[in-house]
């Protein structure tokens, strides 16, 4: 019997231990009233934290507890969290495929609802980039940084050595290959590990052989879309690109999270970069003399011979968004819809945005730009951006994650030369269906 | 693992009638292995029968997730990665690990000097390890710069041909201490009398490694081995910090290829598909090494 009732106890102490534990794990929640935003680090982190700061002092009623994450665990914890019903109000996302699939799970509410007059949250965005924030016509997500179109950027002092002009169509790029390899130069650097800078390549070259159209019946999951004869194109001209050496050496090992690839530019191994333009600011940070004494140069991406899209066209991020939690309480949603409305993209917010290097996506900003320190830079970002026909979203957020995964390891193999242009087409087409 | 710490269970268990501690004690730790290794178990199982990205709804899937990824080529390559980095890290570790053990085994203050340097990677966490590596094979700024050395500027990591045996050696260069310790401890078990009868008989140190120290180290063989092997199946961190299954799926072993799939493509189904294939092949090769050893099964001091 003394035996059973310890039993007993020992039972009961393990059983405590193990409530306690899980107990722990399931409090958390600031005072105030209660709501939370969680946000990625770097980038545009110190805008985006100063601004919560100001708010919650003004606001100690209304305030927000915001926490930073690093970028990829950030992307894989959101959406663990969403799935559990633990997201924080504020959610900081993409847009495309991602907000699509939120909205779709009933986990995001309409932004335009939370408010009387729609017009006060979204009129003082750029249309094009608010564009991305909205699902059936409705909008669900607010820009909440900088526009980050991808750009060709090119080191100066190596095009002197060689007494060459940036590239405006594909042929001239081509032809820029061997002239710089001569010199030992590498024409291109790629981060080409992280497998995202080698999707840029693919998205500007069926823009401009085949127009945005193509993407469109892609996101649109159109049988055979990604047979299109523009994608076939764009991708035997990548692999031209890699045979005649245009990437740099062991491109493959190179990751572009360390900023190895940013450093082959200004350390003068690689004449050019092909990146979104957060790899500005990066480059200020860590070689702020290489942007200082202008050699950094940056142009759009080159134009293709008898190519049906617009050459003003670009790709990239038109911005990252707020999108506010279904899970949230009335007191949090109300807390959010405020900040939304009064705090996010105030005057301060954009001026602190426009000092780190980056451009906000706010109509009417011309001005404001030529008093910061990068005048040209910055009003070269917002022109692109502002008078693009079209800004496409970067394709792995765009599309839905199944396919987003499935393009990039194929296209790896694409670009090594284990894929044919025929074969990758035919390996994206079968994930068309799949939803 | 499991079954190394089963066949002890048992071994105690038997213990126990003779008047040993109660099996109550054990409570503690049953329930927490229930709550935390067999709850989560059953739920993968269940999982493995529906469609689930996540956050929406789940719904039925029979058995499609299991004969999708029965026939997908993806699992395949997996599997086949998995069992070359099974094949290849025994290769490399266990006579590297062996000679080392017994090496640092032997006297001499030298010895134990080297042998604490040669078990510091121990000390260091798999990311850790991982991101250091992946600066040192840097082929424009990593140990070809450093050491002067172009033949070092190669595409360690983005060459598909290459990258496997890279993270095989970084595998290596991490769990050697660990297997070396084991056959340290083991070379100390042995009867230092075996030793000096052979010598009287005139055995020099090869015919006494051989004679002696390889028959008497063959269940510490066994237990390297089938850590080795059960571990082969779970080397995760590093291989995702290290290439994260690139290039192309060059790397994407089983425990990676699950993971990617639930947590980057958002099946969740076929995901837990590929953990309950990954739990039933270990836990077959972890009980198939302890039968194939306990059938061979003699005196540990054979011939003393």
Redesign the interface.
């Given at each position: 019997m003394a035996l059973g009732t310890r039993r007993a106890a020992l039972l009961a102490a393990g059983a405590a231990a193990v409530l306690t534990l899980s107990a722990a794990c399931g409090t958390s929640g600031p005072g105030g009233s209660g709501a939370n935003a969680w946000a990625l680090t770097g980038g545009d982190e110190q805008t985006i934290r100063s601004s919560f700061e100001s708010w919650n002092s003004d606001h100690p009623d209304h305030a927000i507890n915001a926490e930073f994450f690093a970028n990829d665990a950030y992307k894989q914890k959101i959406r663990t969290s969403i799935g559990a019903g633990g997201a924080p109000t504020l959610i900081f996302g993409w847009g495309g495929g991602t907000l699509r699939d939120w909205v779709d799970a009933g986990k995001v509410v309409p932004i335009s609802e939370l408010v009387e007059d729609e017009t006060e949250l979204t009129d003082r965005f750029l249309p094009s980039v608010l564009d991305t924030g909205v699902v059936d016509g409705k909008t669900y997500a607010l820009p909440n940084n900088g526009m980050q179109p991808v750009l060709l950027y090119y080191n100066k002092k190596l095009f002197d050595r060689i007494g060459a002009e940036p590239p405006s169509t594909w042929d001239e790029l081509m032809d820029l290959v061997p002239r710089f390899q001569e010199e030992g130069i590498a024409p291109f650097a790629i981060g080409g590990q992280s497998r995202w800078p080698q999707l840029m390549w693919l998205e500007y070259l069926v823009d401009r052989i085949g127009g945005p159209e193509v993407f469109d019946a892609i996101v649109a999951n159109e049988p055979g879309a990604w047979s299109h004869p523009a994608v076939k194109r764009a991708g035997e001209m990548i692999r031209e690109l890699v045979d005649a050496g245009g990437f740099i050496k062991g491109y493959n090992s190179i990751a572009a999270d360390s900023g190895a690839d940013a450093a082959l530019l200004y350390t003068d191994k690689a004449a050019m970069y092909l990146m979104g333009s957060w790899a500005y600011p990066s480059i200020k940070d860590s070689a702020p003399e290489f942007i200082s004494d202008g050699h950094l140069g940056y142009t759009t991406f080159p134009t293709v011979e008898d190519g049906k899209g617009d050459p003003a066209n670009i790709v990239g991020n038109p911005a990252n968004y707020w999108a506010v939690s279904a899970d949230a309480s009335e007191k949090e949603k109300e807390a959010a819809t405020q900040y939304l409305t009064e705090g996010l993209m105030s005057d301060s917010y954009v001026d602190t945005l426009l000092e780190n290097g980056s451009v906000p996506p706010v109509k009417g900003i011309d001005k404001r730009l030529s008093t910061t320190d990068d005048p040209d830079y910055l009003s070269f970002v917002y022109d692109l951006a502002a008078q693009a026909p079209n800004f496409e979203l970067s394709w792995d957020q765009a599309l839905s994650p199944k396919q987003a995964d499935a393009l990039l390891t194929n296209l790896e193999q694409l670009f090594s030369g284990q894929m044919s242009p025929e074969q990758f087409c035919e390996a994206m087409d079968s994930t068309i269906e799949q939803k | 693992m499991t079954t190394v710490t089963d066949s002890r269970l048992s071994d105690s268990g038997a213990g126990a009638r003779r008047g040993g501690p109660?099996p109550?004690m054990a409570?503690?730790a049953l329930?927490?292995f229930g709550?935390f290794a067999l709850v989560p178990l059953v739920g993968v199982v269940a999982l493995s029968f529906v469609y689930w990205?996540?956050?929406?709804?789940m719904t039925w899937a029979g058995l499609a997730n299991w004969s999708d990824v029965l026939t997908d080529p993806a699992t395949l390559n997996a599997i086949w990665l998995s069992v070359q980095v099974i094949v290849f890290s025994w290769l490399v570790q266990t006579p590297i690990s062996l000679l080392l053990g017994v090496f640092v085994a032997g006297r001499g203050r030298y010895r134990a000097l080297l042998g604490v340097l040669y078990f510091l990677p121990m000390l260091l966490s798999s990311a850790a390890i991982a991101i250091a590596f992946?600066?040192l094979?840097?082929?424009?700024?990593g140990m070809s710069l450093a050491f002067g050395a172009e033949s070092l500027?190669?595409?360690?990591?983005?060459?598909?041909s290459l990258a496997l045996y890279v993270v095989v050696f970084v595998i290596a260069w991490q769990f050697v201490p660990f297997h070396t310790l084991l056959y340290q401890a083991g070379v100390r078990q042995i009867p230092a009398s075996l030793y000096e009868a052979a010598q009287l008989d005139g055995a020099g140190t090869i015919r006494q490694f051989f004679h002696i120290t390889l028959p008497q180290l063959r269940y510490t063989i066994i237990t390297s081995s089938t850590l080795m092997t059960v571990g082969s199946l779970t080397y995760f961190d590093l291989v995702f910090v290290l290439?994260?299954?690139?290039?192309?799926?060059a790397t994407r072993m089983l425990p990676l290829h699950m993971y990617?799939t639930g947590?980057?493509?958002?099946?969740m189904g076929k995901a837990s598909t590929l953990a309950v294939l990954l739990v039933v092949t270990g836990l077959a090769l972890a009980l198939g090494l302890s039968r194939w050893a306990s059938f061979r099964r003699g005196s540990q001091l054979e011939g003393a």
């Open positions: - | 109660s109550v409570a503690p329930v927490f709550v990205d996540g956050i929406s709804e992946k600066a094979l840097d082929p424009n700024f500027a190669k595409d360690w990591l983005g060459d598909e290439t994260g299954g690139g290039p192309g799926d990617l947590f980057s493509s958002d099946e």
